[in-house]
């Protein structure tokens, strides 16, 4: 079946380094592919989304290309901070539902940037 | 601003006991879904509904039941709590539409002892 596998964690960053975390997946299909964070004791919240091959998701300073040529969603930040301090979980759009549209979930990417 | 809320943020229950949670959506989304997330593990779906009295089970439906009598509020219940079942239950809505987002509420930390 369907399946997204992203880096192992935790990753811990001084303020202002790059940041990549690889996401690579496996489906049928063409899924539309997703970033979310998830900050302490919150909720999981949307960053970024690509529906189709090539496309490129930004938001917050955080992108992703949709690559199909590599089944990858690799997730990007140039400069972090403190406050991007959180889990972050790669997905995608598993249409074998029927008329149903669910998420298939990486395990998640702790993340901890310090000053 | 879409809104999902979910009635406990901390619950402690005894072994055996009925549980339910509840969880509200503003949004007329027509897709509902429940999740627990353990350490390591990620998210994994519990059950999810894509209508009014609708349900279908997801990856991990054993020990677990759905109520969707209205759009708006999908309830999972633990028919008789158990300590495997001490887990972060998050519900999430979505319009349905192909490639749309869902939305989470805040998550409820269930301990079971």
């Known amino acids: 079946g369907d399946s997204v596998t992203q880096m192992e964690g935790p990753v811990t960053l001084s303020e202002e380094a790059f940041l990549t975390i690889n996401c690579t997946y496996t489906?049928?299909?063409?899924?539309?592919l997703f970033w979310y964070v998830q900050y302490p004791g919150e909720g999981l919240q949307l960053l970024l989304k690509a529906t189709k091959a090539d496309d490129k998701g930004s938001n917050k300073g955080f992108e992703a290309t949709y690559r199909k040529e590599t089944t990858s969603f690799h997730l990007e930040k140039g400069s972090v901070q403190v406050s991007d301090s959180a889990v972050y979980f790669c997905?995608?759009?598993?249409?074998?539902?029927?008329?149903?549209?669910?998420?298939?979930f990486g395990k998640g990417t702790k993340l901890t940037v310090n000053p | 601003d879409v809104k999902v809320t979910q009635s406990s943020r901390y619950l402690v229950k005894r072994t055996g006991e009925k549980v339910f949670l509840e969880c509200v959506q503003d949004m007329d989304h027509e897709n509902m879904f429940w999740y627990r997330q353990d350490p390591g593990l990620g998210l994994r779906l519990i059950y999810f509904?894509?209508?009014?009295?609708?349900?279908e089970k997801g990856d991990i439906p054993e020990g677990y039941s759905v109520s969707r009598e209205k759009k708006e509020r999908f309830s999972l219940i633990l028919e008789s709590a158990s300590t495997n079942q001490t887990s972060m239950y998050l519900c999430?809505?979505?319009?349905?539409?192909?490639?749309?987002?869902?939305?989470f509420g805040p998550g409820t930390r269930l301990t079971v002892t």
């Open positions: 489906a049928t299909g063409y899924p539309s």
């Open positions: 999430a809505s979505s319009l349905g539409a192909l490639g749309t987002e869902q939305y």
């Open positions: 997905a995608l759009s598993d249409l074998r539902g029927g008329g149903s549209e669910k998420l298939v």
């Open positions: 509904s894509y209508d009014v009295k609708m349900k």
